[in-house]
């Protein structure tokens, strides 16, 4: 085993301390890399408040650069730049593997964080930390020319909206609804700007209408306002909702034109809707969580080539459980990288 530094939690709701941990040693197709930055998720809110699996070290979105290869590995060279997601193995032969939807492995993903290695069973610990190994496969080259620090939310936050506005081809033409503008949404009304796609805003806070214009919406519409909902009836293709707390989704099916589509990402744990919004119009409601190697690749080429990163608020990563803090009551504009360049106690 190999030993590197890490912030790591002991139990739910404890905060972050830097300890060391173990890595494995490297096998002929991994990389060693030195992590650079690191994007803190909600996810990572959620494992750290709630069931872990403890101890638990987070970071699912992160770059860095090779420092050691193994044997069989031939993407990779010392000081290749690359990124990883939340995503580090899988089975590799079942049908959705099969499908280049890695994601949704029969057998189970593995889990760059909060999971197990697929051959010698021990805990994943994720990239809040200043070393990760990882099986080639699942390293992607970090496209050149973009901010590092703002390509590590792509890969988790980007790539869990990209992947269902490529799967329902939005693009010009297309009226696309972005529900939250945190982490996910402002990426989502990024990616579907540049795909050509007239994009609306729902918000519950009208202040975001600025910052959501900003990042290339069209419009916005303040959610909490009824009258402003039913003005947008029967108007939408695709809309994609990435708000987090509790809602009830019927409003955005109303908003829905026949036959579109309403992907719910958030709020999954309470899904309520009214069933007769699916009826009239024969609309149709769908979910989808994370990507695959594919989508994932074909994302990073997309935003190397129109320039688009991730808005982030670097913080040194000593600074960790303030993060993890402001992140909890939606402190953040638009996501937190850490700078595992700075690693002391926090
Ligand atoms: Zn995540
Ligand atoms: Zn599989």
């Known amino acids: ?18 300890q060391e941990i173990q890595r494995r040693e490297l096998r002929p197709e991994d990389v060693a890399i030195d992590i650079t930055f690191c994007g803190v998720c909600f996810s990572d809110v959620h494992a ?11 970071g699912h979105e992160f770059v860095g650069v090779v420092t050691e290869i193994g044997s069989a590995v031939t993407r990779f060279a010392v000081g290749s730049a690359v990124a990883v997601g939340n ?61 590092p620090a703002s390509v590590a939310p792509l890969m988790c936050a980007g790539v869990t909206v990209w992947e ?62 009824p009258a402003a909902m039913s003005a947008q009836a029967n108007t939408f293709d695709f809309i994609i909702d990435t708000a987090s707390a509790p809602h009830d989704l019927t409003p955005y099916l109303r908003a829905l034109a026949l036959d579109g589509t309403l992907c719910a990402l958030g709020a999954l744990g309470s899904m309520e809707f009214d069933p ?45 459980n303030t993060a993890i803090a402001r992140l909890e009551r939606n402190d953040v504009r638009y996501r937190f990288a850490l700078d595992m360049g700075q690693m002391s106690a926090p």
Not at 5 to 17: H, Q, V
Not at 126 to 147: I, M, Q, S, T
């Open 87 to 147: 995503i580090v193995d899988s089975c590799g032969t079942c049908t959705m593997c099969a499908a280049g939807q890695q994601n949704y492995c029969a057998k189970f993903p593995t889990l760059t964080y909060g999971g197990h290695d697929r051959q010698d069973g021990t805990p994943t610990f994720g990239g809040y930390a200043k070393e990760y190994v990882a099986a080639e496969a699942f390293v992607y080259h970090l496209p050149e020319r973009l901010d």
């Open 164 to 225: 269902p506005l490529r799967q329902w081809q939005i693009g010009p033409g297309m009226t696309v609804g972005v529900v939250g503008l945190g982490g996910l949404g402002h990426l989502a009304i990024k990616f579907a700007h540049a795909l050509g796609a007239h994009v609306t805003l729902f918000t519950t806070s009208a202040g975001k209408a600025d910052g959501a214009l900003e990042l290339g919406a069209d419009q916005v519409v303040v959610s909490g306002d």
């Open 48 to 58: 750290l408040q709630g069931q872990g699996p403890f101890p638990l070290v987070p």
């Open 276 to 320: 007769y919004a699916l009826l009239i119009g024969r609309k149709r409601l769908a979910s989808a969580g994370s990507g695959g190697v594919p989508a994932t690749q074909e994302m990073l080429d997309f935003c190397q080539l129109h320039g688009i990163t991730a808005d982030v608020e670097v913080l040194p990563a000593h600074e960790v």
């Open 1 to 18: 085993m190999r030993t590197t530094t890490a912030y790591l939690a002991e139990s739910s709701g404890a905060p972050l301390r830097l």
